[in-house]
C-alpha cells in the first residue's frame, strides 16, 4: 500500500504531511506493508497509489499545484480506479470545481469534488473547529471530528457531494453549518491539525476503504489527544484562544452564562 | 557598496542633540514610564506592554518622536530576532548607552515603552515583530534594518509568510534612500523583499530550513538550492553555492558579507568584503554564528569598527535565559528555545549527543500561535535513539507526534515533574555515569517563560 504525498512543498504550510506518516504508521502497526511516496513539485504524480493525501498551502502554490495536477490528470485517473484522497483545505479547494486564485479570480480546479471556493469579504476562519460528523460515518462508529480551521474563502457544495458533517464549533465551508465536501472515496475538509493525528478514528476509517477491516491498535495518546480537543474545543473557539490564557474574568462570565 | 569609508561615514551615527520632545509625547512617556513601573510591582510582567499601551493612546505619534534624533537600528525576522538585536546592541554600545527591548518584547507597545525608558539621543536597536516592521520601520525611519529570515510560524496571526514578505518588499520600496537593508541573501523570500530597497548589504548567512523557500516568491516557480541542504558553507564553495529559480532566473544577489561555518567551532570566520575576520561567541550553534554574521553586517554598515564590534559580541553568553543551565529540583536543566520547525531545524545539532535525555515543553498561547500542527514538520524521528518527555499545555499533541515519529517517551503534564521525570528516566543515563548530567529541555515561546520563572529567572 502506497499513500502519495502530493506536492508538500506547494501544499504542505499547515504540518499536513503528518497525515501521511498517520496512515503508515497505523498500518505498519498493524503488520502490514505501507510507505509513503513523497512527490515533489517537479516530478510526475503516479495515478497507481491507493491513498493520495493532498494538503494546505498558500495561493499562489495552490494555483500552481491545480495547474500541474489539471494538466496530467493523474488524480482523475486515480480516483475512477477507486483510490482514496485526502484532501485538505487548499486541497479540498484544488479537487473543487473553482476556487478563488492569488488575485481573488476564478481558477479552474480539478473538478473532481463538485464544490466551488470564492472569497466574499468576510473575515477568516481561524481557529479550533468541531464537527459532528453525518449518520453514515456517525454509525460505523466516527466520533466528533476535531481540527483547526485556517481559511480566507468559503466553499459552496454542489448536488454531487455531501459534506462531512455539522460543524459545532467554528465556521466550516460557509457559514458555521456544515463543513467538508466527500464524495465516493474522496475526503475534503477544512480541518488541519493534522487531521489523522487529531482524529484516528477517521485514519483508520480511510485505511478501511482501501485494506478492508482492520485490528484494533494501542491509541492510548491519539485518543487523548482527541479526547482533550473534543472537549476544549468549544470552549477555546469562543474564547478565541487556551483556555489557560483567558482572563479569570472571561472564563467566570463563560461559566456564568452557562456556556 | 562599502562598508566602510566615505559612504558609511555619511551616515552620521552621531547625530547632534536633539531638540525637546513635544509635551504631549513627554507626558505619554512619563505615564507609560509610570504604569509600567506599578505592573512590574505588582509582580504582573515587565510592564512593557501596558506602559505602551498607554504611551501610544495618549500619543499616536510617539514612535516617531521618541526616535527622533536617534540612530535606530532594527533587526526583524521569523528567528533570531532576539539574539541578533543583543548582538548588535553590544556592538554598538559596550558601555550600554543603548536603547533597546531585550525583553523580546517587539510590538509598537514594547518599542514605545523601550523608547521611553532609554537615555535621550542614545542609539536605538530594536526587534520588531515581522508582521508589523512596515509599519513600524515608516514610523521609526531607521538607518539600518537587518532582515534575517522568513519562515512559518504562527501561521493563525500571520497566516501566510509569502504576504509577510510582500509587505516587506513594500517597505523596502518605499523606505528613505538613506535606509540600508542588511539582508540574508541565503533566503529567497528575504532577499526578494529586500530587493525592493536601494542600499542593500547582501549577507550569506545560510539557510537550514528551506521548506518555505522553494517557491519563488517573484513567480511562484521553483526555487533550486544548489548544494547539500546540511553542508555548512564553505568558502571555496561560495561561488557555487546559493540558490535560483529555475523559470525567472530570480537568483541569490553578489554577498557582500558571508558566513564561513565550520562545525566544532575554532575556525568559523565572518567575511566582509573580503577581510576576513575571525569569529568567536559565546552562544552555540549555526544559527547563533549566521547572528552575528547579520550582526556585524549591520554594525560595519554604520560605520563602526568590525574587530572591535567582535569583541563586544563575544562578550553576549545568556540572552534572555536561552542556553542558560538551571536547577529544577534535583536536576540540571540546559533551557533551549525552538518555536517553529526553522527554529528545530537548528535546535537539533545543539542538543548533547544521546542518550542524553530531552524534555520539549509546547504551548499554543498567542504568543505561539493557536495552532501547533508545526510540530509535523519537525523530524523528531532524529530523537529515537533518546528518552524524551514532552510536556507544556499541548504535551499530548507533541506526545502523538512523538508516538508516530516512534521515539520512546512519555507525557508529563507539569514542567517541573517533566524535567524530573527525564532525570530520573534510567535509559538516560550515560553508560558508567551516575546521573543523567544536564537535561536538554527545549521548548517554545511561552513555554519557556514559564520555565524561567519557575526557576526564578524571570525574564
Known amino acids: 500500500m502506497t499513500v502519495a504525498l502530493v506536492y508538500p512543498e506547494l501544499l504542505g504550510t499547515y504540518g499536513d504531511s503528518g497525515n501521511a506518516t498517520v496512515l503508515v504508521q497505523r498500518l505498519r502497526r498493524r503488520g502490514q506493508e505501507a510507505r509513503a511516496l513523497t512527490v515533489h513539485a517537479d516530478q510526475v504524480v503516479p495515478a497507481t497509489c491507493e491513498l493520495y493525501v493532498v494538503g494546505g498551502g498558500e495561493d499562489l502554490p495552490q494555483e500552481l499545484a491545480a495547474a500541474k495536477l489539471r494538466a496530467a490528470r493523474p488524480l482523475h485517473r486515480a480516483v475512477e480506479a477507486g483510490s482514496v484522497v485526502l484532501a485538505v483545505c487548499a486541497g479540498l479547494q484544488v479537487l473543487g470545481e473553482r476556487f478563488a486564485g492569488p488575485d481573488g479570480r476564478a481558477t479552474d480546479g480539478l473538478g473532481i469534488l463538485d464544490c466551488v471556493t470564492e472569497r466574499t469579504g468576510s473575515p477568516r476562519a481561524i481557529g479550533e473547529i468541531l464537527v459532528q460528523p453525518a449518520a453514515e460515518w456517525a454509525g460505523q462508529g466516527l466520533p466528533v471530528l476535531t481540527g483547526f480551521e485556517n481559511h480566507g474563502a468559503v466553499t459552496e457544495l454542489g448536488p454531487g457531494c455531501r459534506p462531512v458533517g455539522r460543524v459545532i464549533a467554528g465556521v466550516g465551508n460557509h457559514d458555521g453549518t456544515v463543513e467538508g465536501a466527500v464524495a465516493g472515496r474522496v475526503w475534503g475538509t477544512y480541518m488541519h491539525g493534522p487531521v489523522l493525528a487529531r482524529n484516528p478514528c477517521l485514519a483508520d476509517m480511510l485505511l478501511s476503504w482501501v485494506v478492508g477491516s482492520l485490528g484494533p491498535l494501542d491509541d492510548t495518546e491519539p485518543e487523548a489527544l482527541h479526547d482533550e480537543r473534543a472537549r476544549l474545543g468549544s470552549l477555546e473557539r469562543r474564547l478565541g484562544g487556551p483556555v489557560q490564557e483567558a482572563s479569570r474574568w472571561a472564563r467566570l462570565r463563560r461559566a456564568r452564562s452557562g456556556q | ?459
Open chain 2, 1 to 459: 557598496m562599502p562598508l566602510t569609508g566615505k559612504n558609511a561615514g555619511d551616515m552620521d551615527h552621531r547625530a547632534s542633540p536633539p531638540g525637546p520632545f513635544p509635551l504631549r509625547t513627554r507626558l505619554a512617556a512619563l505615564a507609560g514610564r509610570s504604569l509600567a513601573r506599578l505592573s512590574r510591582r505588582a509582580g504582573r510582567g515587565s510592564g512593557s506592554v501596558v506602559g505602551g499601551h498607554a504611551i501610544l493612546a495618549i500619543d499616536r505619534s510617539a514612535l516617531a518622536r521618541l526616535a527622533a534624533g536617534r540612530e535606530t537600528f532594527l533587526v526583524s525576522g521569523t528567528n533570531g530576532k532576539t539574539t541578533t538585536t543583543k548582538l548588535v546592541a553590544a556592538a554598538v554600545s559596550p558601555t550600554g548607552h543603548v536603547v533597546t527591548n531585550v525583553l523580546g518584547a517587539n510590538l509598537p507597545s514594547g518599542l514605545a515603552t523601550a523608547l521611553a525608558s532609554g537615555p535621550r539621543g542614545a542609539p536605538a536597536v530594536l526587534e520588531v515583530d515581522e508582521a508589523w516592521l512596515p509599519r513600524v520601520a515608516t514610523q521609526l525611519g531607521p538607518s539600518v534594518m537587518a532582515l534575517l529570515n522568513l519562515s512559518r510560524d504562527q501561521l493563525d496571526r500571520n497566516n501566510e509568510v509569502r504576504q509577510v514578505a510582500q509587505r516587506w518588499r513594500q517597505a523596502c520600496q518605499e523606505a528613505s534612500p538613506s535606509l540600508v537593508v542588511v539582508a540574508n541573501a541565503d533566503d529567497p523570500l528575504v532577499a526578494w523583499a529586500a530587493s525592493g530597497a536601494k542600499r542593500v548589504i547582501w549577507v550569506g548567512a545560510g539557510l537550514r530550513w528551506k521548506a518555505d523557500a522553494t517557491g519563488c516568491p517573484a513567480c511562484g516557480g521553483q526555487v533550486v538550492f544548489a548544494g547539500a541542504s546540511d553542508s555548512p558553507l564553505r568558502l571555496e564553495d561560495e561561488p557555487l553555492a546559493g540558490w535560483s529559480c529555475s523559470e525567472c532566473g530570480l537568483c541569490r544577489p553578489h554577498l557582500d558579507v558571508l558566513l564561513d561555518w565550520r562545525p566544532g567551532g575554532g575556525h568559523s570566520a565572518i567575511v566582509v568584503h573580503g577581510t576576513r575576520h575571525r569569529l568567536s561567541i559565546g552562544l552555540p550553534g549555526r544559527c547563533n554564528a549566521a547572528n552575528a554574521a547579520m550582526a556585524l553586517a549591520a554594525v560595519a554598515a554604520s560605520g563602526r569598527d568590525a574587530e572591535a564590534a567582535l569583541v563586544a559580541m563575544a562578550r553576549v553568553r545568556d540572552v534572555a535565559g536561552r542556553y542558560a543551565t538551571v536547577k529544577v529540583g534535583r536536576a540540571s536543566a540546559r533551557l533551549l528555545l525552538a518555536k517553529n520547525p526553522a527554529g528545530w531545524a537548528e535546535v537539533f545539532d545543539m542538543l548533547s549527543p544521546p542518550p542524553a535525555p530531552v524534555v520539549v515543553a509546547i504551548n499554543a498561547r498567542t504568543a505561539d500561535g493557536h495552532d501547533p500542527s508545526w510540530l509535523w514538520d519537525v523530524p523528531f524521528e532524529q530523537l529515537r535513539d533518546r528518552f524524551v518527555v514532552s510536556t507544556g499545555e499541548r504535551g499530548l499533541d507533541l506526545a502523538v507526534r512523538l508516538h508516530y515519529a516512534e521515539v520512546p517517551h512519555a507525557y508529563v503534564p507539569g514542567l517541573h515533574q517533566a524535567v524530573e521525570a527525564a532525570a530520573n528516566n534510567p535509559g538516560s543515563r550515560a553508560p558508567g555515569g551516575p546521573d543523567p548530567g544536564v537535561i536538554e529541555v527545549v521548548a517554545n515561546y511561552t513555554a519557556f517563560h514559564q520555565l524561567l520563572s519557575m526557576t526564578g529567572r524571570r525574564p
